[in-house]
């Protein structure tokens, strides 16, 4: 086959497909528009099936906003048996007939070619939402009058007497008198127990260490000066300026031997007797 004809051919292929586009466009030229009987504000759906080759597809272009005509985004393209849908979401906003100028179609071709053709218009009755019964609606409001025509002043006298009440009843809680609260009862206190226990249990040292503090708590009441925060021999020097004539060197010796009793070896130490003494001296001086 020459060059020359070759051209020729591709030409004319060329020619029945652009042929067979335009009278696939022109039996599909019409738009649906779904719902039949729509009303303001309902979203309506314009389609319009256009029939091409195998493998090419379609573009459909962006519709522009009117003052009454609202587009809800962009169109969509789906495939159908005998090529594409297209199909676009408006609403209208004013009742009526209306006719909608739709943009250009693009048809692309596999091989990178494409062409183009008038979207065509699209016609649609939009009814009102107003009955035909109501020939002119007054404007409303979305609420009703806040105030009665009739005021009734039982509801505010009420609520000011209410609050009158409470606020007398919280002045009153707060100014009453304070309860008398019982004392509590007294707590039995466990029984002492005695030195015969301790020791034959083999603690002298609790023994001592007992006696040791009843007699320095008695010395505190008899001399305030000869505190429990004083070591023996601080105490015994308070009570010896304190008390002169006392029976300071018994005092002295009684103390020694307790400390030695409750801090050193206990063996051979008399731990009853001193407690004895102990409690002597602490009935001496005492006030």
């Not at 007054?138 to 009703?144: K, T």
């Not at 005092?251 to 003494?277: I, K, N, T």
Request: net charge positive; glycine share 8%.
């Amino acid at each position: 086959m020459t060059p020359r004809r070759t051209t020729l051919a591709a030409v004319l292929a060329i020619l029945g497909v652009v042929a067979s586009w335009h009278r696939g466009t022109a039996q599909s030229a019409s738009w649906s528009a779904t719902p039949a009987t729509p009303t303001v504000g309902d979203t309506i759906w314009l389609e319009r099936e256009i029939a091409v080759p195998a493998g090419w597809q379609v573009r459909a272009g962006k519709l522009e906003p009117r003052e009454d005509v609202e587009p809800l985004g962009d169109p969509a393209v789906l495939r159908s048996r005998a090529g594409w849908v297209v199909r676009y979401g408006v609403a209208v906003w004013t009742p009526g007939s209306h006719t909608l100028t739709l943009p250009p179609l693009w048809r692309i071709g596999p091989d990178g070619r494409s062409d183009s053709s008038a979207g065509g218009a699209a016609s649609v009755v939009v009814a009102s939402v107003i009955p035909d019964t109501v020939k002119a609606p007054d404007p409303r409001g979305p609420l009703g009058p806040l105030r009665l025509a009739r005021r009734n002043p039982g509801p505010p006298l009420a609520a000011v007497l209410g609050s009158i009440g409470l606020l007398a009843a919280g002045v009153a809680a707060r100014r009453r008198p304070p309860r008398h609260v019982p004392p509590p009862p007294p707590v039995p206190l466990e029984r002492e127990v005695p030195d015969a226990r301790w020791l034959a249990a083999g603690e002298p040292r609790a023994v001592a260490t007992r006696a040791t503090g009843r007699l320095r708590a008695a010395l505190a009441r008899g001399v305030p000066a000869a505190h429990l925060a004083l070591d023996t021999h601080e105490c015994l020097g308070v009570v010896e300026r304190a008390r002169p004539g006392a029976a300071v060197g018994e005092l002295r010796d009684v103390l020694e031997q307790l400390d030695r009793v409750a801090f050193a070896s206990p063996e051979s130490a008399d731990v009853v007797a001193l407690a004895a003494r102990a409690r002597r001296l602490a009935k001496e001086f005492a006030p």
